[in-house]
């Protein structure tokens, strides 16, 4: 995908960095505090999958990003209606997997789960979609491992664009890097 496949918003930056898991002299995107990409490929996709690398950064409270994925979102310029799973870092090895929605503006949180996850490390993570049950996976080598799963029992939006974001506090320090973005149909 180009950089012309992107819409960018948001208050933060990006960069493209020499480091991904694919090994030197490979480049993957850096998103920096709040920013957000959503795919022009598919404004209407229902039944969504994302496939990526991702990894975040973390230093304390203050200093952390927020690896996210967007489902769903009713626009290609603004996340004031769309679906979001975020991997947010309490410690070093620790996340919070969370999953909730904007309406109008307005965040709802559908739950979360702490679990045990360096997120410093470079993951492979599958983030799906179908009908109104979201999942979340990350790949070990060998299998694609449940992290968190949720329904929105009030249906919210059936189809819309998808993408990846940084989220955390306005710093330099709060950044999330992406290597081999995939998104389309949900395939299983």
Same mark, same amino acid.
């Given at each position: ?48 999958? &994302?496939?990526?690398?991702?990894? =975040? !950064?973390? @230093? ?12 769903? #979102? ?61 999942? &979340?996976?990350?790949?070990?080598? =060998? !299998?694609? @491992? ?12 059936? #189809? ?29």
């Amino acid at each position: 995908m180009a950089q012309t496949d992107w819409n960018f918003i948001g208050t933060g930056s990006w960069a493209i960095i020499e480091a991904s898991p694919s090994g030197a002299g490979n480049y993957a995107m850096r998103l920096i505090a709040n920013m957000h990409m959503l795919w022009n490929g598919n404004s209407n996709i229902g039944n969504t999958e &994302i496939v990526a690398w991702a990894r =975040a !950064n973390y @230093v304390d409270s203050s200093r952390r990003g927020y690896i996210c994925f967007i489902l769903r #979102s009713q626009s290609l310029t603004d996340l004031d209606n769309a679906y979001l799973v975020q991997i947010v870092p309490l410690s070093a090895d620790v996340v919070r997997v969370q999953a909730g929605y904007w309406v109008n503006g307005e965040w709802t949180l559908l739950a979360y789960e702490d679990i045990s996850l360096t997120i410093k490390d470079w993951r492979q993570y599958r983030v799906r979609i179908k009908d109104y049950t979201i999942q &979340i996976e990350y790949y070990d080598g =060998a !299998n694609w @491992v449940l992290l968190f799963m949720v329904n929105d029992p009030d249906g919210n939006f059936a #189809s819309g664009a998808a993408g990846i974001a940084c989220r955390g506090p306005e710093s330099n320090y709060s950044w999330a890097d992406f290597d081999e973005v995939q998104i389309g149909e949900e395939t299983a």
